[in-house]
């Protein structure tokens, strides 16, 4: 009867904790925090200095909407090139995988481009109010946006390496959720800022 104990099979291991996700959720939620109150001291600004009667952009300032549009369109394509990423290593096609997230790199790069020609058009003084506030809210976007390229370059490596495949791709998801909060932060700048003046 002992024997037929020791027959078994060994129970099943234990689910991972899925440290990584969890971990880049929570970093995600406090950075998206992070600009929310950024845009909600920009937004109580301008609402003051309008109520008052005066202007809220110096004169000879502007902020065009065309880069910050074309910046607004291209982070939506890098969503959907991130998330094609993420389906192609869950089907372990390596070279789609590879190509979407040369893709999302790109159209980080290409948002980085978009809003310092942004910046250029604006022609406004960071000694200004409204200059500071601006700078502020999109200077910390444009770090997310930065810190987002690096976790995904660094999780194009680990896929190189092999790390992830169909079982496994915590990491680019993880990438992906980072990635994601990044676009909706840009949406809400977006609005904010550049729509709504």
């Known amino acids: 009867m002992a024997d037929a104990a020791l027959a078994l099979p060994p129970a099943p291991q234990p689910a991972r904790p899925r440290v990584l996700l969890v971990g880049t959720a929570l970093v995600a939620a406090g950075a998206f925090m ?14 003051n200095a309008l109520a008052t009667g005066g202007t809220w952009l110096p004169a000879g300032s502007s902020i065009p909407l ?10 939506l394509l890098s969503g959907v090139s991130m998330w094609w990423a993420v389906d192609a290593v869950g089907k372990n096609d390596r070279q789609m995988a590879y ?11 290409a948002v ?16 200004s109010t409204p200059g500071v506030l601006i700078f502020a809210v999109t200077g910390a976007h444009l770090a997310m946006i930065i810190l987002g390229l690096v976790y ?8 190189l390496g092999g790390e992830y495949h169909g079982r496994d791709r915590e990491g680019l998801t993880a990438a992906a959720l980072f990635w994601y909060v990044t676009i909706a932060a ?4 977006w609005l904010a800022i550049y729509v709504t003046k």
Request: zero cysteines; a positive charge; aromatic letters at 12%.
């Open 34 to 47: 992070a600009i929310v109150g950024l845009v909600g001291v920009y937004i109580s600004a301008r609402t």
């Open 66 to 75: 065309t880069p910050g549009n074309m910046a607004f369109a291209t982070m």
């Open 99 to 109: 190509l979407a997230l040369a893709l999302t790199i790109f159209f980080g790069i």
């Open 112 to 127: 980085i481009n978009a809003t310092s020609f942004l910046y250029s058009q604006m022609d406004l003084a960071v000694s």
């Open 152 to 159: 995904a370059a660094v999780m194009t490596f680990r896929t």
């Open 186 to 189: 840009h949406a809400v700048i």
